[in-house]
């Protein structure tokens, strides 16, 4: 099993430019979000979905949107890059329980994005 | 407003000693506190958990205590083992599992 599988691992962007993150899962799990991680910040939840076809803002949504077609992929997209955008992206999967999710979360290996 | 504090960006142990990464946070309604470690170039992995109706809770060398009236979670590795070094990042959820909150992170090095 891969777990969870982002890419690409690096991009380098222009402002103004558009791109997606991609990221997919074979662990079966309904829960999938992202996260970025700067200096001194920690991880910042984006944006989140609970399953396919039901998404949710998080902590830093904007400058990004996100869709979840199947269970499987979660994309996030960058509409228009911004400098500020510079981070590593993370996307994570949680298993899920009869009351909801689990506390878990599995995470991909990262997407380390510059915006210049 | 950062709800979840690493205050110790960084600590440095003796192989075989005891590592101790402290967290505190804000809100007491968090139900859930987890421990992530972290390589350079890899995601986070899941270390250990505690729910807030607990003190403690252990898996082998890692022991997560939770002081409830302090706002305040510790992390123990004993012995601390080289291949401990790592960046450490506390967590908790609040209601629903699906928004976690990070603290910024301790780098841990242990020393051989």
């Known amino acids: 099993n891969a777990g969870v599988t982002q890419t690409p691992k690096f991009q380098v962007l222009k402002t103004g430019q558009s791109m997606t993150l991609q990221c997919a899962q074979d662990?079966?799990?309904?829960?999938m979000s992202w996260y970025r991680q700067d200096p001194g910040m920690g991880l910042r939840l984006i944006h989140y979905?609970?399953?396919?076809?039901?998404?949710d803002q998080g902590e830093v949504p904007n400058g990004y949107n996100v869709s979840r077609s199947t269970t499987e992929d979660f994309p996030l997209r960058l509409l228009s890059a911004a400098p500020s955008q510079t981070s590593v992206y993370f996307c994570?999967?949680?298993?899920?329980?009869?009351?909801?999710?689990?506390?878990?979360?599995?995470f991909g290996s990262g997407t380390q994005l510059s915006v210049l | 407003d950062q709800q979840v504090k690493q205050n110790s960006p960084s600590l440095s142990v003796q192989e075989g000693r005891i590592s101790i990464l402290n967290c505190d946070y804000t809100?007491?309604?968090?139900?859930?506190f987890l421990w992530y470690k972290k390589y350079p170039a890899e995601g986070p992995t899941f270390l250990i958990s505690?729910?807030?109706?607990?003190d403690k809770n252990e898996d082998g060398r890692f022991t997560v205590f939770l002081n409830k009236s302090a706002k305040h979670l510790s992390l123990h590795i004993v012995p601390s083992q080289p291949g401990d070094s790592a960046v450490y990042f506390c967590?908790?959820?609040?209601?629903?599992?699906?928004?976690?909150?990070f603290g910024t992170g301790t780098k841990l090095q242990v020393i051989p």
């Open positions: 994570a999967t949680q298993g899920s329980t009869l009351g909801g999710p689990t506390e878990r979360l599995f």
């Open positions: 662990m079966n799990h309904e829960y």
């Open positions: 979905s609970v399953g396919a076809g039901i998404t």
């Open positions: 809100n007491s309604m968090f139900d859930y």
């Open positions: 505690i729910s807030s109706i607990k």
């Open positions: 967590a908790a959820i609040l209601g629903g599992y699906q928004k976690v909150t």
